[in-house]
C-alpha cells in the first residue's frame, strides 16, 4: 500500500493509517520509531517544504511490517554504523542522531538508498525474543 502527503509536523492521522495494522503489542515502539522517520522526512528531508512530498509505501503481514519512507530532499549520507553516534559525546547535547538512534533500537532494518532520499524500516512482530522497549 501507498500513502503520499506534504511535508508536515502533524502526524497523527498518518501514524494511525500506518499502525492500523500492526500488532497492538508493538504499536507504541512502532509509533515512535515512525514518528522519528517522518520528522525527520519533513524537517531534514524536505525542510518543511509544502510543495515536496513525503510518500510511504508498506506493507504488514502476521510475521513482519516494512514501510519505506520517501522525501524531496537533497539527500542525507547516514552514518556507517550506530555506534558513530554512540560514541559521540556531544552528540546528546546537540540533539545530533537521536532519531537515528532510536531507529536502530526499534527497527531490525534500518537502510537507505545511496541518494539518501528513501529510508527502509523493517519490524519482525512474531516470535520476537524480547518485550517491547515503550509501552
Given at each position: 500500500m501507498t500513502l503520499s502527503f506534504t511535508s508536515t509536523l502533524y502526524l497523527t492521522p498518518v501514524l494511525d493509517v500506518l499502525l492500523s495494522q500492526v500488532p497492538k503489542r508493538w504499536q507504541a515502539e512502532v509509533r515512535l520509531g515512525?514518528?522519528?522517520?517522518?520528522?525527520?522526512?519533513?524537517?531534514?528531508?524536505?525542510?518543511?517544504?509544502?510543495?515536496?512530498?513525503i510518500s510511504i509505501q508498506y506493507s504488514i503481514t502476521s510475521e513482519r511490517c516494512e514501510w519505506i519512507i520517501a522525501d524531496q530532499g537533497?539527500?542525507?549520507?547516514?552514518p556507517d554504523s550506530i555506534e558513530v553516534i554512540m560514541n559521540?559525546?556531544?552528540?546528546?547535547?546537540?540533539?545530533?542522531?537521536?532519531?537515528?538512534?532510536?531507529?536502530?533500537?526499534?527497527?531490525d532494518i534500518v537502510q537507505w538508498n545511496s541518494q539518501g532520499t528513501e529510508l527502509r524500516l523493517c519490524k519482525q512482530v512474531s516470535n520476537v525474543p524480547r518485550d517491547p522497549l515503550v509501552c
Open positions: 515512525l514518528q522519528e522517520a517522518l520528522v525527520n522526512a519533513a524537517r531534514h528531508g524536505n525542510r518543511m517544504d509544502v510543495e515536496k512530498q537533497c539527500g542525507f549520507s547516514p559521540d559525546p556531544l552528540c546528546c547535547e546537540r540533539e545530533c542522531g537521536r532519531g537515528l538512534f532510536i531507529l536502530h533500537q526499534i527497527f
